[in-house]
């Protein structure tokens, strides 16, 4: 079965760390574009980054600095690390595969893990 | 970047209705536009890619369409598991980033 299973978020300070993993089943990681999509409470979908098969990373400016996506390709597995958290960064983060022959759609999607900024 | 504009914002319908949502292009995009559906506490569905071509395992009723700065969602007849927020989605092509409108939230009347 094709899934993704996020773990990682928590609470966390103003300031503070957290890396968020994104486990992957049934499709190979390092062969498709990923990305992180994230909700916060009562809002829309926001865009945070992506990983493009041949490693390029790109990141929304509301992170771009602080956050860096990456994968193991043996663990199959992508990663987010989250530094210099802020209280706007609190949301449910989502993983997601991008489909470039789909026109880059996010066709599968994880079910979400929350991380709080907060003192 | 591209700013994706979704109308109505909000939407109240009955079953067996037909309903549609636009979403509106700041600029003209090409057919990279995407529709999903998101109900609460769940991750967002996609339903549609390439503005008209329907997901697999996505019912008929479902269908989108639009070229240039606007495109529509429409579900021919609503059935009670379609109440949820809808959202469009298109890519931004350098450097590469997503854009996500802001969400059509359809409710039952």
């Known amino acids: 079965e094709v899934q993704l299973v996020e773990s990682g978020g928590g609470l966390v300070q103003p300031g503070g760390s957290l890396r968020l993993s994104c486990a992957a089943s049934?499709?190979?990681?390092?062969?498709?574009?990923m990305s992180w999509v994230r909700q916060a409470p009562g809002k829309g979908l926001e865009w945070v980054s992506v990983?493009?098969?041949?490693?390029?990373?790109y990141y929304a400016d509301s992170v771009k600095g602080r956050f860096t996506i990456s994968r193991h390709n043996s663990k199959n597995t992508l990663y987010l690390q989250m530094n210099s958290l802020r209280a706007e960064d609190t949301a449910v983060y989502y993983c997601a595969r991008v489909v470039a022959a789909i026109h880059d759609a996010f066709d599968i999607w994880g079910q979400g893990t929350m991380v709080t900024v907060s003192s | 970047d591209i700013q994706l504009t979704q109308s109505p914002s909000f939407l109240s319908a009955s079953v067996g209705d037909r309903v549609t949502i636009t979403c509106r292009a700041s600029?003209?995009?090409?057919?990279?536009l995407a529709w999903y559906q998101q109900k609460p506490g769940k991750a967002p569905k996609l339903l549609i890619y390439a503005a008209s071509t329907l997901q697999s395992g996505v019912p008929s009723r479902f269908s989108g369409s639009g070229s240039g700065t606007e495109f529509t969602l429409t579900i021919s007849s609503l059935q009670p598991e379609d109440f949820a927020t809808y959202y469009c989605?298109?890519?931004?092509?350098?450097?590469?980033?997503?854009?996500f409108g802001q969400g059509t939230k359809l409710e039952i009347k």
């Open positions: 989605q298109q890519l931004n092509s350098y450097p590469p980033s997503y854009t």
């Open positions: 600029q003209g995009i090409s057919s990279y």
């Open positions: 990983i493009y098969s041949g490693g390029s990373t």
């Open positions: 049934g499709f190979t990681v390092s062969s498709n574009y």
